[in-house]
């Protein structure tokens, strides 16, 4: 019998696994596609992670297993309206070190799964998948493709926004498109940014400029869903002309680094995050508008705060109890309902097409900027998320 069935390796599954891993509990972790080792490419998908985040994944001894080389750290971060409202903030001002730090997906989620090689109280089922589960009172029994069956107290779903576990544990989600793609690519860049992040509401969308280590720089462009194929569909110097004009030519020139590729940007909700003995974690439990940069924040959050209820259960305690995953349900209520007002907000405000509506957008960045009691509190919130 086994205390917690980890289902999915992505950031936030592995993750997971990795805190469960000091703990006295029996875990297993079922993946499909395990991550192969890093390229020498720059990777298109990454993510801008929260302090917070750094701090979980130090505490679990992942952030030391990254080559710092190929970490960017975000000094500065500039916003500009589609009318010329900007907001800006810096480290410095905040009295922080930086404000976020922009690292690879595929390397974070190789060394993740890495590290987890070799736990005694771990067993990785990969490449795995399971294809039934029996809810019992005491237990629930998965069977994999490959034919083990595995009896749980408690199961995880960590298998992102089509989560597998959240659908067969009959847990009801809400999914809406954005009719956006988010188009990623990286660039080398004329200018150096100094580590400064930019971001334009344009009325096509809004657009990022990541910094990466060196005159790199990663893109994220949430777009109509006609404008991110025609950007797509463009050669590589038409492509790097639209990208740096797009962006007012902050940087110079661009020069393409890896071909750009598009993901569909979706709003996931659901009606729990636990039913019975299953519980939800990271896309599988919610997905939100990629401009705040924070899915992968928050879904750390959730496995930071799954992991220390676990952990801090007494010795006899049943790992899917129901008050013990209520704990949990309450103290990740809050941060996920408040990220997808700000977020699904955001992208509403500046993808409407009112009359009058830029003009106030463009003004509250503009006022935003000039309060600076404001300004702080919107910077803690986003370094403790
Ligand atoms: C364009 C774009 C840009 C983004 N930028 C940022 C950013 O800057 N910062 C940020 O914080 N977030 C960002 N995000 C969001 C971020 O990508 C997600 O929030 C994050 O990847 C979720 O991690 P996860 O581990 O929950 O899910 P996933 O990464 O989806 O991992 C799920 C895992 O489960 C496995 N799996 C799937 N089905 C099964 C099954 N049936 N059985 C077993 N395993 C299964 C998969 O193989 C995978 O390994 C962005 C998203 C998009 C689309």
Known sequence: MYDVVIVGAGLVGASLARALSRSDLELALIEPAPPSPPLDDWDSRIYALSPASQAFLERIGAWEAMDGARLGPVRGMKIAGDLGGALGFSAYDSGVERLATIVESGRV?????????????????????????????????????????????????????????????????????????????????????????????????????????????????????????????????????????????????????????????????????????????????????????????????????????LSARGPLRDAGDALLLHRYGRRRAEAILAMRVATTGLNRLFSAQIPGLARVRNAGLALTERLPVLKNLLVRHALAN
């Not at 060394?111 to 629930?140: E, K, Y």
């Not at 490959?146 to 576990?165: F, K, N, Y």
């Not at 939800?280 to 750390?300: E, R, T, W």
């Open 109 to 309: 989620q190789h060394a993740l799964w890495t590290l987890l090689a070799g736990q005694g109280n771990l067993r990785r089922h990969a490449p795995a998948r399971p294809v039934s589960a029996q809810f019992q009172p005491d237990a629930v029994v998965l069977t994999l493709d490959d034919g083990s069956a595995l009896r749980t107290r408690l199961l995880v779903g960590a298998d992102g926004a089509r989560s597998w576990v959240r659908e067969t544990a009959g847990i009801a989600a809400k999914d809406s498109s954005f009719g956006q793609l988010g188009v990623v690519a990286n660039f080398s860049c004329e200018r150096p940014h100094h580590g400064t992040a930019f971001q334009w509401f344009r009325d096509d969308g809004i657009l990022a400029y990541l910094p990466l280590p060196g005159n790199r720089i990663s893109i994220v462009w949430s777009t109509p869903e006609a404008n991110a194929r025609e950007l797509l569909a463009l050669d590589p110097v038409a492509f790097c002309g639209r990208v740096a004009a797009a962006g007012s030519n902050a940087l110079g020139a661009l020069e393409l680094l890896t071909r750009a590729a598009a993901f569909p940007l979706e709003s996931l909700s659901t009606a729990a995050l636990i039913a019975g003995r299953v519980v939800l974690v990271g896309d599988a439990a919610h997905v939100v508008h990629p401009l705040a940069g924070q899915g992968v924040n928050l879904g750390f959050g959730d496995s930071e705060a799954l992991a220390a209820v």
